[in-house]
């Protein structure tokens, strides 16, 4: 199936299910993001991982009961435009329907404002904000879930990665002193990373500013921000933007002859969209993820998202593993699955949600914190012949 088939403009309705016999029981989980629009594509590939891990957890059994009956998965997935009132109105709507819980959004000016409508504390009778579940896999901006106890994400720490990636380019490049930064102003998440993350990481492991260009995320001239860059002349370049202008910027790099001894890439460029767009530009570029295939497990999900015609990366990759662990918590919850059972099975998926410690993802054990973050496993990789190779692999 081709991801065009798959995926439609605005409501993805992806039921996956065994075949239905009438006595089948069934326990939802709603998907939601940006499957348009710019970004549009991190949402399609986290729609597409969804449907194939639910289809790798019904095809071993499905999810077990209160009553030691089973029950498959069934998940539909919703397009907000990464539109914080579309995400919001998205998540009252899923809030109606039997969905147990949600899994989403994808863009952090979305999740936001998104998680202040929920309850702030569980059991405050004070606060009538919606009491529903939802675990982040892409919203990355740091901090987020301590808005809400009822949010939980699974979204790596860009801090940690961005700290040590800082500190193995200062061992690597001692000869490294200067930085320029690119940045995305007008995204949360690429203007959260360079200002809080890259940056400050960067000044911390010695490496002195020696300017900064900003850009929006529909821009497609970076002349005037690259001939800043250009005479800055610095020996390390860090771009913090979506694949999109961060092939532009990258374009017009090569244009005027800016070539930095290191380049440096946000997260969210760690995919296939970049190099699709512009693999030659990218190449040595160097960015830290929370996925790559380089074991069994995460090369088995990267062949069944891409059986989908969607792909892998650090977001949908995460969208794979909330499906994992929703079911572990869900056979562990107690869950009974009924109509009259749906606010009370939501309240218990959100208190096993908050009680684990780890869980299990694809490049290892994840920490599970508990303000509802997580600190994941990762690596760094680099452009390489228009694939992404991994060049370190911290202890982390």
Not at 66 to 73: E, K, L, N
Not at 149 to 164: C, K, L
Not at 172 to 186: L, Q, R, S, W
Request: glycine share 8%; charged share 20%; hydrophobic share 45%.
């Amino acid at each position: 199936m081709t991801l065009a088939k798959f995926l439609t403009v605005s409501t993805l309705a992806l039921t996956v299910a065994a075949p239905a016999l009438a006595e089948d029981k069934t326990i939802s989980i709603a998907g939601f993001g940006a499957a348009s629009g710019v970004v549009g594509i991190f949402g399609q590939n986290s729609g597409a991982a969804m449907s194939a891990a639910a289809e790798k957890i019904n095809a071993e059994g499905g999810v077990t009961l209160a009553d030691g009956s089973t029950a498959m998965i069934e998940t539909t997935y919703y397009d907000d435009r990464c539109n914080a009132e579309e995400g919001i109105s998205v998540l009252r709507r899923i809030a109606t329907t039997d969905a147990l819980v949600a899994v989403g959004p994808t863009c952090s000016n979305v999740a936001e404002p998104l998680f202040g409508i929920l309850q702030a504390k569980v059991d405050d009778d004070g606060d009538t904000g919606l009491q529903f579940p939802v675990f982040t896999d892409v919203a990355i901006k740091g901090g987020l879930a301590g808005i809400s106890e009822w949010v939980f994400r699974n979204t790596p720490s860009e801090a940690m990665m961005y700290d040590n990636l800082f500190a193995w380019i200062r061992e690597t490049h001692p000869e490294a002193k200067t930085i320029y930064g690119g940045v995305e102003e007008d995204f949360a998440h690429s203007r959260a990373t360079w200002y809080a993350v890259m940056k400050e990481a960067a000044i911390k492991h010695g490496f002195e500013v020696v300017g900064e260009a900003q850009w929006l995320l529909n821009d497609t001239n970076f002349s005037n921000q690259v001939r800043g860059m250009r005479r800055a002349e610095p020996d390390v370049v860090a771009i913090s933007a979506h694949p999109f202008t961060t092939c532009g910027a990258l374009r017009e790099m090569a244009r005027q002859k800016v070539e930095p001894e290191v380049l440096v890439g946000l997260t969210s460029s760690s995919s296939l969209e970049t190099l699709s767009g512009c693999a030659a530009e990218a190449e040595g570029m160097i960015i830290p993820t929370s996925f790559a295939p380089v074991n069994d497990d995460a090369k088995f999900a990267a062949d069944a998202v891409a059986a989908k015609g969607a792909a892998l990366d650090l977001h949908s990759a995460a969208a794979w593993e909330n499906f994992m662990i929703l079911r572990d918590v869900i056979n562990a919850a107690g869950i009974e699955g009924t109509a009259d059972s749906r606010d009370a099975d939501r309240r218990k998926i959100r208190d096993g949600l908050a009680a684990l410690t780890e869980a299990e993802g694809l490049l290892g054990q994840n920490k599970r914190l508990p303000d509802g973050e997580a600190e994941k496993p990762y690596v760094f990789v680099g452009a390489s012949d228009a694939s992404w190779t991994v060049v370190h692999a911290p202890d982390s």
